[in-house]
């Protein structure tokens, strides 16, 4: 695991503080796992939207990546 | 964590039901275990294909919402003058286009592995892998 220095303001300093103490645990885990439940919410959020979007996926022949070289500028 | 650079392919493959990557590529957009991310050139190459090759241009409005919400998770990287001079590298070592190689090199420069349909230039020479190679098995 790699180490970090992370610059904070010192309310959220605090913040984080309080949080290990509330949850025994240290600075480093509080703030690894804020750090993984933000990223993990945005993921979630792009998935559903993509699911949303993709529902009305429909036929266009295939072959994408031919497509988009024949649509280029130089073809 | 899997982190991703989807080029444009993956995109109009995701919504093309026709399409051989198809499953895979709505499989990979749909995935919340992965980061996505793709190039700012993305944005033009799913438009153009959606109006000059499908010919239906309402198809580019969730083509490029789709785009935006890979904006809000990992981020669309900016084409720059240092990734260009990076793809013009990879393009004249590989024999490929600059475009092809622009998504190489900023997969590169992000630490990212490139997720591609274009067995010919990308897949077949080791710069990407096929939405259903993606994962770590």
């Not at chain 1, 984080?16 to 993921?43: C, K, Q």
């Not at chain 2, 499989?27 to 090759?53: F, G, H, Q, S």
Request: charged fraction near 30%; glycine fraction near 4%.
């Amino acid at each position: 695991m790699a180490k970090v220095m992370v610059s904070l303001p010192d309310d959220l300093l605090a913040e984080v503080d309080a949080e290990a103490r509330r949850g025994g645990t240290t600075r480093s885990a509080v703030m690894r796992e804020f750090a993984d439940a933000a990223l993990h919410r945005r993921r979630e959020s792009r998935a559903a939207a993509m699911r949303a979007l993709l529902k009305d996926a429909s036929p266009h022949g295939g072959h994408a990546a031919e497509l988009v070289k024949a649509t280029r500028p130089d073809s | 964590m899997t982190s991703l650079l989807l080029d444009a392919s993956v995109l109009l493959a995701a919504f093309d039901s026709e399409d051989d990557q198809h499953e895979p590529a709505r499989a990979l957009l749909e995935d919340d275990a992965v980061a996505l991310a793709t190039l700012d050139l993305a944005r033009y190459e799913v438009a153009n294909v959606a109006v000059r090759a499908w010919r239906a241009p309402d198809s580019a409005a969730p083509l490029l919402a789709a785009v935006e919400r890979l904006a809000d998770d990992s981020g669309v990287l900016s084409s720059s003058s240092a990734l260009l001079a990076r793809a013009v590298e990879i393009a004249e070592q590989h024999v490929i286009s600059v475009y092809d190689a622009a998504y190489a090199a900023a997969a590169n420069e992000a630490g990212r592995r490139l997720v591609s349909c274009d067995e010919r230039d990308l897949v077949s020479k080791g710069l990407a892998v096929l939405p259903a190679d993606a994962k770590p098995k």
